[in-house]
């Protein structure tokens, strides 16, 4: 599943993290919240400090860098397997549709030149 993330570099601090989608990283948060919820109080307060998860979590570089100001990762940025958190990647899904726009695109040309053949 994770090879299908991009990997993406912060442009304030250099530091790397795993791209996701905004869908994705809504999930992860209402996820651990529902098992936020089910901890005791203090619990809560020892390993989370009392801070249930937040998408802001996902929009933000630990320096604050918001994730609109993120380029693609390049070889050599981060030590090899190193654990990354995750920011999120909204281009990822504009580039699918980009693509996948050219694709249908590119058929519906094959077919109209196929038709065009065919009736000469
Ligand atoms: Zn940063």
Known sequence: MTKNFKTRTCNRCGWVYMGVSRAFAETEVAEFNDYFKTLSKKKRKHYYNDTPSSIKNYEHCQCGNLYTNFRDAESGDAPWGVTMSSIIHDESIK????????????????????LAKSEK
């Open 95 to 114: 580039k699918l549709i980009k693509k996948t726009i050219k694709k249908v695109n590119k058929n519906f040309k094959n077919t109209l030149s196929k």
